[in-house]
């Protein structure tokens, strides 16, 4: 609470604690009411009488009225928005919108129609381009016959300078003379 002298300034923070409020939610009460506060210390302050009117506002809502019904109740004014009510439909107005939603539908149905129609045009447009796939695949794959071995050559092989010796030459070769043992392609 602040004193200016003659009033009793009671500060919105508190009277929203008091009044079991938010802070924020008391600031809109305010701006329903049209109470212009009153700013020192960047903080909101309202007399006695402006508080006496928020805590009657609170009493109202609380009993179930919207805070703008309460707004209305306690100053007579009110900020609601106008409400636009609309002209009852003629029975031309009327037609021309069936006429509209039946002109909506034959159009729909001719442009499902037309995709009705593209749809298979191009299943069969892709049937035959799958089976053109297949062919081109068939003819470029390898061959499924079996391949021949292909054997490379080598030479053929050397006679052994041992064949047709006896035992004790054999013997006799590969201890004395052992480079008679090697074999000779020609």
């Known amino acids: 609470m602040a004193d200016t002298g003659e009033n009793i300034l009671i500060s919105l923070r ?5 009044l ?7 600031t809109y009460w305010v701006s329903l009411l049209n109470i212009v506060l009153i700013m020192q210390k960047r903080a909101g302050f309202m007399t006695a009488d402006q508080a006496q009117l928020l ?3 609170a009493n109202q809502v609380a009993g179930g009225k919207s805070p703008q019904v309460a707004a209305f109740h306690i100053t007579g004014e009110t900020k609601a928005e ?8 003629t029975d031309q107005s ?3 919108l069936t006429d509209k939603i039946s002109g909506i539908e034959d159009g729909l149905k001719m442009a499902f129609e037309v995709l009705l129609q593209d749809n ?9 381009m799958a089976g053109e796939q297949s062919a081109i695949m068939a003819r470029l794959m390898p061959p499924t016959e079996p391949t021949r071995k ?3 050559w080598s030479p053929p092989p050397a006679k052994d300078p041992l064949e047709g010796l006896g035992v004790w030459e054999k013997i006799w070769t590969q201890f004395v003379q ?3 043992m090697r074999r000779y392609d020609s």
């Open 82 to 89: 106008i409400i636009h009510q609309e002209k009852p439909r």
């Open 178 to 180: 052992p480079e008679k």
């Open 14 to 18: 508190d009277l929203a604690k008091e």
């Open 20 to 26: 079991c409020i938010t802070p924020a939610k008391a």
């Open 94 to 96: 009327f037609r021309q």
């Open 150 to 152: 292909i054997i490379p």
């Open 120 to 128: 298979r045009a191009l299943h069969q447009e892709m049937a035959k």
């Open 55 to 57: 805590r009657e506002m």
